[in-house]
C-alpha cells in the first residue's frame, strides 16, 4: 500500500463518519474505528522490512539482540499507545486517553530498566 492508498482510506472514513453522525451518531465512532484499524494494520505489515534491518544492524554489536528487543518492545508500546490515545480522544474521552498515555510512559520505564542497569554497571566497571 503506497500513502495514497493510507490518504483514501482516512478521507472516505472522515466522510462516511461525518454523514453518518448526521443520521445515527452512535455509529459514527465505529467507522472512524474501522477506518482507523485498517490504515494501522496496512502499515504495521509495511514495517517488516524495517524491523528486520534493525535487527541485522543490532547483531554486530555486544548485546545488540538484549538492546533490539528493547528498541522494538519500546517502538510498539510507542505506537500503541498513541493510536489508542487518540481513539479515546477521538471518541471524546480524553481523560482515559491521559491515562493510557500515563501507562504508556510508565511501561516504557519499565522497558529501559534493564538498559539502565547496563550503563550502570558499565560506569562501576569504567571507576574501578
Known amino acids: 500500500m503506497n500513502i495514497l492508498s493510507f490518504v483514501g482510506i482516512g478521507i472516505i472514513g472522515a466522510v462516511l463518519s461525518v454523514v453518518i453522525k448526521q443520521y445515527k ?3 459514527a465512532i465505529y467507522i ?3 477506518a482507523g484499524m485498517l490504515i494501522l494494520g496496512s502499515a ?3 514495517l517488516s522490512p524495517a524491523v528486520s534491518q534493525i535487527i541485522e544492524y543490532m547483531s554486530f554489536i555486544e548485546n545488540g539482540s538484549a538492546y533490539s528487543e528493547i528498541l522494538l518492545k519500546s517502538l510498539a508500546v510507542c505506537y500503541i499507545t498513541q493510536i489508542a490515545s487518540d481513539c479515546c480522544n477521538d471518541a471524546g474521552e480524553g ?3 491521559s491515562k493510557i498515555e500515563l ?3 510508565c511501561t516504557l520505564v519499565i522497558l529501559a ?3 539502565f542497569t547496563s550503563i550502570t554497571d558499565m560506569i562501576k566497571n569504567l571507576m574501578s
Open 95 to 97: 481523560a482515559i486517553a
Open 113 to 115: 530498566l534493564p538498559l
Open 103 to 105: 501507562a504508556g510512559k
Open 25 to 27: 451518531p452512535e455509529f
Open 44 to 46: 504495521v505489515s509495511l
Open 32 to 34: 472512524t474505528l474501522g
